[in-house]
């Protein structure tokens, strides 16, 4: 069982940053792709980004290319979300997931969600 922990939602203005941090609880963090997702109120869960074991390999959705970044850290078991030119419609719930498929855009990939951080972003 891993364990996955969102931090760092917020309120921000348009046009500002936020980092999300998520930190999983495993000795085997470099078994797992990290993703996140979204989902705002009313409307489906949505892919934001993804990121292979190693780092090496990024996938992001087109809504967020270009202004979001994920990344990973192995050595501390936590995977990151820089987001960029934040724009109202980002506001969402922010989930973490992990999963020991390849990364990719399906939910199901994933075995391990964390609790979610909220994001607000103000016109």
């Known amino acids: 069982q891993v364990q996955v922990v969102e931090s760092g939602g917020g309120l921000v203005q348009a046009g500002g940053s936020l980092r999300l941090s998520c930190a999983a609880s495993?000795?085997?963090?470099?078994?797992?792709?990290m993703a996140w997702f979204r989902q705002a109120p009313g409307k489906e869960r949505e892919f934001v980004a993804a990121i292979s074991r190693t780092g090496t390999a990024t996938y992001y959705g087109n809504s967020v290319k270009g202004r979001f970044t994920i990344s990973r850290d192995n050595a501390k078991n936590t995977a990151y979300l820089q987001m960029n030119n934040l724009k109202p419609e980002d506001t969402a719930v922010y989930y973490c997931?992990?999963?020991?498929?390849?990364?990719?855009?399906?939910?199901?990939?994933?075995?391990?969600w964390g609790q979610g951080t909220q994001v607000t972003v103000s016109s």
């Open positions: 997931a992990a999963g020991r498929s390849i990364p990719g855009t399906s939910a199901g990939l994933y075995d391990y």
């Open positions: 495993t000795r085997t963090f470099t078994n797992y792709a």
